[in-house]
């Protein structure tokens, strides 16, 4: 190959390198974010009260996570947010947990002093009655806080939100039962969605399908969307299968004019965004839809046993399944546990390129 040869390979290379940059899409990369991400510690007269009934269940929920605004300052791209529905409002004012204490001469720790439980609208919590201490009463108040900080961060890396629409209690007396997620219910919440964090704030079903007839074909076929087009967004995902699923999919073929994603099932319309929670059993299955083009969130630990044990052998199978989402409620030390268990990615940072793609 003669000088002018080369020169015009090097720089056909160079070339290729920096269009290969310029197309990175947002399945392409890997993110940290956390699980039921609105949750502050329980307080300590409520955990001994859970823990006399089940002390294994009093290990699983003993871990807190800072506000959803700090968390994104620290670099997280993705949270969860439990939603339980209240439609008349003050169906979750008074915790079983709180009248236990009052009836025993305890000052339960301070709740809902803005009264926002009062008012009707979709409210946040992990357990009603026991698990309800939150950042975040509402769901309102949550995407208000999501766009005050994304406004504030236009350039951000888009951050992907699992929703779990709750409808069941602990079946214990004196807990308040749930209400159903209605067709009516999901559509009151896609509203909330599109008011208060807007439209365009929203990377939604409809954008990625774009001219195809489903989301399956437009993910095989044109993937999704180029990353430095989606700044500042964030993606949806509904945490829910079964009944749940078909009453938010009805009569929203390939979820058409949704706000949110949906947990995928294989060769479906809506197949996209996939949630597969054990990384260690499934991370064959994780890396050849991740590999098809799909997206993941899998999680790095859970019930605190991880953290407890100071084992990253979760994580180290999630980072290497490709999933593009990995959870955790550790992204901080818990020094109660009298270890530095944290999960990132060796150069402390929550998002990387995906080591798969």
């Given at each position: 190959m003669n000088h002018i040869k080369y020169t015009l390979f090097l720089l056909a290379l160079i070339s290729a390198s920096c269009s290969q940059k310029q197309v990175l899409k947002l399945n392409q990369i890997q993110v940290i974010g956390s699980h039921n991400s609105y949750k502050r510690t329980i307080q300590p007269e409520v955990m001994k009260l859970i823990a006399e009934k089940d002390s294994a269940i009093a290990k699983t929920l003993d871990y807190s996570h800072i506000s959803l605004s700090q968390q994104l300052e620290m670099g997280l791209r993705n949270v969860e947010v439990d939603v339980v529905y209240d439609p008349e409002g003050g169906r979750y004012q008074h915790p079983w947990a709180n009248e236990q204490l009052k009836a025993h001469q305890i000052e339960p720790l301070p709740y809902d002093t803005l009264n926002e439980m009062s008012a009707p609208g979709f409210k946040v919590m992990h357990i009603p009655d026991l698990d309800f201490r939150t950042w975040n009463y509402t769901f309102k108040s949550a995407l208000l806080e999501l766009k005050k900080w994304s406004d504030e961060h236009p350039d951000h890396t888009p951050v992907v939100i699992t929703v779990n629409a709750k409808a069941?209690?602990?079946p214990a007396e004196g807990f308040i039962p749930l209400l159903a997620f209605s067709d009516t219910a999901f559509n009151l919440l896609d509203k909330e969605l599109f008011d208060y964090l807007t439209a365009d704030k929203l990377i939604t079903p409809d954008d990625v399908r774009g001219k195809y007839s489903s989301l399956k074909e437009a993910v095989l076929k044109q993937g999704w969307p180029e990353l430095d087009r989606v700044k500042g967004k964030f993606l949806f995902v509904l945490d829910e299968g079964g009944?749940?699923?078909?009453?938010?999919?009805?009569?929203?073929?390939?979820?058409?004019?949704?706000?949110?994603?949906?947990?995928?099932?294989?060769?479906?319309?809506?197949?996209?965004?996939?949630?597969?929670?054990?990384?260690?059993?499934?991370?064959?299955?994780?890396?050849?839809?991740?590999?098809?083009?799909?997206?993941?969130?899998?999680r790095a630990d859970a019930d605190t046993k991880e953290a407890r044990n100071n084992d990253y052998s979760r994580f180290e199978a999630a980072k290497e399944s490709g999933a593009q989402v990995i959870t955790t409620d550790y992204y901080l030390p818990d020094a109660r546990l009298g270890n530095d268990y944290h999960i990132s990615f060796p150069d402390s940072s929550k998002e990387r390129l995906n080591p798969l793609l």
């Open positions: 069941s209690n602990f009944t749940k699923r078909e009453i938010y999919l009805k009569d929203h073929e390939s979820l058409a004019g949704r706000a949110m994603f949906v947990k995928s099932e294989p060769n479906q319309s809506y197949t996209s965004f996939f949630i597969i929670n054990d990384p260690v059993a499934y991370k064959d299955s994780i890396q050849a839809l991740v590999k098809q083009g799909y997206m993941v969130r899998t």
